[in-house]
């Protein structure tokens, strides 16, 4: 069982920038591949970054290429993404996730574990 609390969100101006956080519970977090996904209002949940077990590998949506990075400490059960050049339509509630499919990946269905979100509103 791994349990998922992230924060970080917040209100931040167009061209800015913020750090969400995830801390996980469990010891065998460093076994999981770890993913950060957002749902938009009225929009469906979508993909952002994952992480794999060792952070060795990342995988990013177009959207957010070139200006999100996903990172992760094992040693403090965290993992991170740091939105920079924020834009209003990166406005969403963000959630973290965890797969036991160790690699990474974009797949929704592949996440075991969801924490409860953290806001990030974009004002232009």
């Known amino acids: 069982q791994v349990q998922l609390v992230e924060s970080g969100g917040g209100l931040v101006q167009a061209g800015g920038s913020l750090r969400l956080s995830c801390a996980a519970s469990?010891?065998?977090?460093?076994?999981?591949?770890m993913g950060w996904f957002r749902q938009a209002p009225g929009k469906e949940r979508e993909f952002v970054a994952a992480?794999?077990?060792?952070?060795?590998?990342?995988y990013y949506a177009d959207s957010v290429k070139g200006r999100f990075t996903i990172s992760r400490d094992n040693a403090k059960n965290t993992v991170y993404l740091q939105m920079n050049s924020l834009k209003p339509e990166d406005t969403a509630v963000y959630y973290c996730?965890?797969?036991?499919?160790?690699?990474?990946?974009?797949?929704?269905?592949?996440?075991?574990?969801w924490g409860q979100g953290t806001q990030v509103t974009v004002s232009s």
């Open positions: 469990g010891r065998t977090f460093s076994s999981y591949a």
């Open positions: 996730a965890a797969a036991s499919y160790g690699w990474g990946t974009n797949l929704e269905y592949e996440y075991d574990y």
């Open positions: 992480i794999s077990w060792s952070g060795g590998s990342t």
